[in-house]
């Protein structure tokens, strides 16, 4: 098989995991475990594909434009944001187990997307619709001989069979990643992970600062899983992601709560993943004769390998999972 196309489809597979990971790690830098990103994957890609599905069913605008796409990924971030919500609440106000608070909504988000899914669409599979097209088929017309006297080899990386997701999500990874560690509310927001008593002394309002990390995870959690929905499950929303928050929050850790070790991190996991599709197209693979489901397990044995590797060497946030209160020093 042509090695491009395997690293095509590995940045398909990737790209959901990569910005997932990165919400992980912004809400627990401020100090809040967020178990929760699977169910803030099915919830944003739910309300998401609802949205999608309403813009195709009114006629408004085209179903197989980019720009359905990109406010399909607003409206699923946005969701997002909302649904994490009740993981602030119930861990900076409540103070309650945060474990036990992410957990409880990722048995939340299933529930209601097959209550109203059946509720209002007879269904809990949700389909929205819209064609999301690979950005080489929006081309203009006069971008066409461009394309085809360009695209080839390994630059086909940049044009062919991409997403507008892809490139959007790269670009929101960098962007957020600097903004964590370069700017003044990226700095306060990670003092609030590691010395709330500190941050606060000196006029840092922590709570605040680990609402907005937890904001911030859930929108890109909801985003992930818009993206996934669109590139990877034929854009049908349901009661599952197939465990890609699980994974995204293992990558964190693997990525010892750095974003470019978790790049790297999300990229393997991303090649593992896309292993089970690929593997009977690999002359490799397919001499060894494993069947299908081999592969599929590779994901999670190498998360199990890992997380006992790096068990020693944790970078994670020192008051992570801690409650704050306030006086506390």
């Known amino acids: 098989m042509d090695f491009v196309f395997i690293l095509q489809q590995t940045i ?11 919400g992980g790690l912004f809400s627990e830098r401020s100090g809040v475990i967020n178990l929760a990103l699977d169910g803030e994957m099915i919830f944003g890609a739910f309300i998401g594909a609802i949205f999608v599905w309403g813009m195709v069913q009114n006629n408004i605008g085209l179903a197989t434009s980019q720009g359905v796409y990109f ?14 919500l009740l993981l602030s609440f119930s861990a900076i106000h409540l103070k309650a187990n945060q474990t036990i608070g992410g957990t409880s909504l990722n048995m939340l988000a299933p529930a ?12 809990e599979r949700i389909v929205s619709g819209g064609s999301f097209i690979l950005l080489k088929n929006s081309y203009p017309s006069w971008f066409q001989p461009v394309f085809d006297s360009w695209v080839g080899g390994f630059f086909s990386l940049l044009l062919d069979k991409v997403y507008l997701s892809t490139y959007v999500c790269v670009i929101l990874f960098i962007v957020l990643s600097v ?21 606060a002394s000196v006029g840092i309002n922590v ?20 993206v996934y929905i669109a590139t990877s499950a034929a854009t049908a929303a349901e009661n599952t992601v197939a465990g890609l ?13 750095r974003p470019l070790w978790i790049a790297l991190g999300a990229f ?11 593997s009977s197209q690999i002359d490799f693979c397919s001499k060894l004769g494993l069947p299908m489901y081999f592969y599929n397990m590779m994901p999670y044995i190498v998360v199990i390998i890992v997380l006992v590797l790096v068990r ?3 970078g994670c946030p020192k008051a992570e999972g801690i409650p704050y209160e306030e006086g506390q020093r």
Request: contains cysteine; hydrophobic residues 55%; positive net charge.
């Open 12 to 22: 398909i597979c990737m790209i959901p995991l990569l910005i997932v990971a990165l």
């Open 71 to 84: 406010l399909g990924m607003l409206v699923a971030a946005l969701s997002g944001a909302i649904f994490s």
């Open 112 to 123: 209601i997307v097959c209550t109203f899914g059946l509720l209002f669409f007879n269904s």
């Open 179 to 199: 903004w964590l560690y370069r700017s003044k509310v990226g700095t306060h927001l990670r003092a609030c992970g590691e010395h709330p008593g500190a941050a």
């Open 207 to 226: 709570k605040k600062m680990r609402y907005l990390g937890v904001s911030i995870s859930g929108a890109l959690a909801g985003l992930g899983g818009f």
């Open 245 to 257: 928050g699980f994974l995204a929050l293992a990558i964190m850790i693997f990525g010892n709560w």
């Open 268 to 278: 393997l996991f991303g090649f593992l993943k896309c292993l089970g599709v690929l």
């Open 312 to 314: 020693k060497k944790s």
